[in-house]
């Protein structure tokens, strides 16, 4: 198994659809930031809800990581769907999973029931992201990915913004119970203009058998356990800020529940704007003659590096410093997340990106089921979101170690398992244009 050079012929010949995909990465965006409300609405609506059902820190905690038990483990499965089957369809049928089980959250009462309808919410938005991979890989040149991975990342921090700045002001108001309902039922109506605007997929040159196909050559290449660990590590903070945010500032920092709404949703509204503008000069430094490695590891290193080092001065800041903290931590967030996706696009290439997506969504995911179930813990322990914080910068560190250092150079693997159909259109390959 040898590496090609970055930009591939087959990608190439996708190149001339990108033009025409702006409406499809306009409804991705949307997507993702629905995707992100939906997922993170049961921590907005934690501090009624425990006082509603009684529940406590490690219960929440258990509700809270229980939708990352099903969409971990669904992440190799969804992989392998949308690189056989058509990715429209694919995505379509989740997101009306998930939309379905958000509105039915608020018709719920008891604890094994709000579990069971997490689980289920896990499943539906488990397509999302090897969806996303696939669609960028197959309709994006490397030369704007930068920018439309941003769009998912900025939709994705808009959720928990958007969440925090209007549902917690909304739950406030009228409970949590038709908040859920609404978002549900309301999110469905999305689903028209994907049908019409999503184009069918290109014919592929290889279609993966099973759901194990591949996932050995996969496995073999260290590249693809870097960015495993590195999801791992971006998720563990990203799902720690998602789930326990919004009770850190209510009862760590004793805000109203509008104040929280604001003060989380600067955080991530900085974590929107500072991934836009980075996607958008990453694009840039690489039409200018930047290698793709140099500028995706620098991103990872100067996004999870810093946010390590502000995410820990946030837990220690005092009252009038705080609220300015949140702003350079939200835009280290942004930074750190930009190039999660990108990298592994260019390293599995069209063929492969749903499978690679998948495993490393797979592993990653399991920061979603840790954080916020550790957290929970130690405050059932200490009464204090100290060591929470604390053991977060720690992770973020780790990532930078992980995205630069056991990641080798950015260039798209030769996969010998495709076939010599594949093998040949990879070994004509030519740079692509920007």
């Not at 012929?9 to 001339?16: F, G, W, Y």
């Not at 290698?291 to 009038?320: D, H, N, Q, Y």
Request: net charge positive; with cysteine; aromatic share 12%.
């Amino acid at each position: 198994m040898v590496r090609l050079p970055t930009m591939t012929a087959t990608t190439t010949k996708d190149t001339t659809r990108s033009s025409g995909m702006n409406g499809v990465l306009f409804l991705m965006s949307l997507s993702v930031l629905i995707n992100y409300i939906d997922r993170s609405n049961l921590s907005i609506a934690a501090p009624l809800l425990q006082n509603e059902l009684g529940i406590s820190n490690t219960q929440l905690g258990t509700l809270l990581s229980a939708f990352f038990w099903t969409y971990a483990l669904m992440q190799s499965l969804t992989g392998w769907l949308v690189d056989r089957f058509d990715v429209k369809w694919v995505f379509a049928a989740g997101f009306f999973v998930w939309s379905s089980a958000t509105a039915v959250t608020g018709l719920l009462h008891g604890f094994v029931a709000l579990l069971l309808i997490r689980v289920i919410l896990g499943i539906g938005e488990s397509v999302a992201f090897p969806s996303y991979s696939k669609i960028l890989c197959t309709h994006f040149r490397e030369a704007r990915r930068g920018f439309a991975n941003a769009m998912i990342i900025a939709g994705l921090s808009l959720g928990p913004a958007i969440g925090m700045l209007v549902g917690g002001r909304a739950v406030g108001r009228f409970g949590w119970r038709p908040f859920f309902l609404v978002l549900g039922l309301a999110g469905l109506f999305w689903l028209a203009p994907w049908v019409k605007w999503m184009p069918p997929r290109p014919k592929p040159s290889y279609l993966p058998p099973s759901p194990w196909s591949g996932l050995l050559p996969l496995a073999r290449q260290r590249s693809a356990w870097g960015t495993c660990l590195g999801q791992f590590c971006v998720n563990y903070y990203l799902y720690f800020l998602v789930t326990w945010f919004p009770s850190y500032l209510v009862r760590g920092r004793h805000l109203s529940m509008n104040t929280m709404a604001t003060d989380g949703g600067v955080l991530f509204l900085m974590c929107a704007i500072a991934s836009s503008v980075w996607g958008r000069l990453s694009d840039r430094w690489l039409r200018a003659g930047s290698s793709v490695t140099l500028v995706r590891k620098g991103s990872m290193a100067v996004g999870c590096t810093g946010f390590g080092i502000s995410v820990a001065l946030l837990a220690i800041a005092p009252e009038p410093l705080f609220t300015w903290m949140l702003v350079p931590t939200g835009m280290l967030l942004g930074i750190s997340c930009c190039a999660t996706w990108a990298i592994p696009q260019t390293l599995a290439g069209p063929e492969m990106v749903g499978r690679w997506t998948g495993m490393q969504n797979f592993i990653g995911n399991f920061a979603g089921a840790v954080a916020p179930a550790l957290t929970g813990y130690l405050l059932d322990k200490t009464g204090l979101f100290d060591w929470p914080f604390f053991i977060t910068a720690g992770v973020a560190w780790l990532g930078a170690f992980a995205w630069t250092v056991m990641i080798g150079p950015i260039e798209e693997v030769r996969w010998a398992h495709l076939g010599p159909s594949s093998i040949a259109i990879a070994s004509s390959a030519t740079p692509q244009s920007s």
